[in-house]
């Protein structure tokens, strides 16, 4: 589908959508507990569909009602159990551990580029633990029951792994330990997995580079609340700094979500920001920027539009892993940037970015949400309108965007439909 933007400011409030990476985590954790959970959500993804989709293979009931999700723990796991995370990498990740622990024998695959996403040291920890592989890339089968007291992984990899044993630790009736054999990256997103375990009724320890998960189950709170998403409220925040005024409630202020740090960037930036209940984000001068994306890899494509349009030369660094998201993220998202008319080189782990204009005119969102959503943004500072190929990757994480975009001022047109 190809989608036509114009706009030159974009203003006015938002309620923002429920964090994507909170609402996989609670899934999970309910869909294991005592008894049945609701779960406040007031949007969907096809991220949060294919979790969803997985846990009701693995026998847990969940319904829909209006901004609610009811969930009935699973009881009993089905036999031939068939696994499908389409193109959710954190799907993937977080319930190939859980789903070997339930049952001996699962069967996985997957869509879009997550076959080529990296797995191995999972699968090592998981193979030393009681679980094989039929082949290391998707689709595969899985055999053997996962049990074992002790974990040992990278910790600069992908937290996602660690949040995957962390989650299946208390299924496996002993204590577990996860030792971590090199510093530990993107803590922020495994503090989310421990917060929402403890919400659970799950005692999980972190260490000198061990967790360690105590004996016991998990217990539904009842009812529980997925906190707003920065991830996604980042393309607006930056909207508000571009041009005009945006104002975001839903916010969660002592978030531990790492993409929360877009509010410090945009400030150190230049632009004008409020904080509160509310999060306000005025326009101001914008100068250039120096950005570690260790910690916070999926704001690259919007800060990079951001640094297109500043004063002097924005450098991002420590981004490796963006190479292996639903794109290489470093090359689509330079890609972007030189199709609307700006400049943007490649290195090893990162960009360099030379901020001045945007001219506009056609690229492509390669596949990726936040390539999508990110160069509707820049569009609000394009001599000419912006078209978008692709541009249905946006239902990956917020198929809402378009039409809170033209709630904002903005123009969105579709031109091609195929």
Known sequence: MKVQITADRLEGELEILSSKSDGHRILICASLADKNSIININNTSEDIEATIGCLRALGAGIERKENQLIVTPIREVPEDVFINPKESGSTLRFLLPVTAALTKKASFTGEGRLPERPLKDLQNAMEENGTSFSTENLPFETKGRLKGKTFTMPGNVSSQYISGILFAAPLMGEEVEIHLTSPLESSAYVDMTMETMKRFGIDVEYFESVFRVK???????GEIDVEGDFSNAAFYLAAGALEGTVVLKGLKKDTLQSDAKILDILEAAGADIVRGEKVAVQKGKLQAI????????????????????????????????????ETDRLETTARMIRDLGGKAEETKDGLIIQGGSLSG????SFGDHRIAMAASIAAIKCEKEVIIDRAEAVNKSYPAFYEDYKSLGGQAHVIDNR
């Open 361 to 364: 005119g056609e690229t492509s």
């Open 215 to 221: 004996k016991g189950s998990y217990k539904s709170p």
């Open 290 to 325: 120096k950005v570690d994306l260790k910690e916070i890899p999926d704001l690259l494509p919007i800060l990079a539009v951001i640094a297109s349009v500043s004063e002097g030369e924005s450098v991002f660094y420590n981004g490796e892993r963006l190479r292996y998201k």
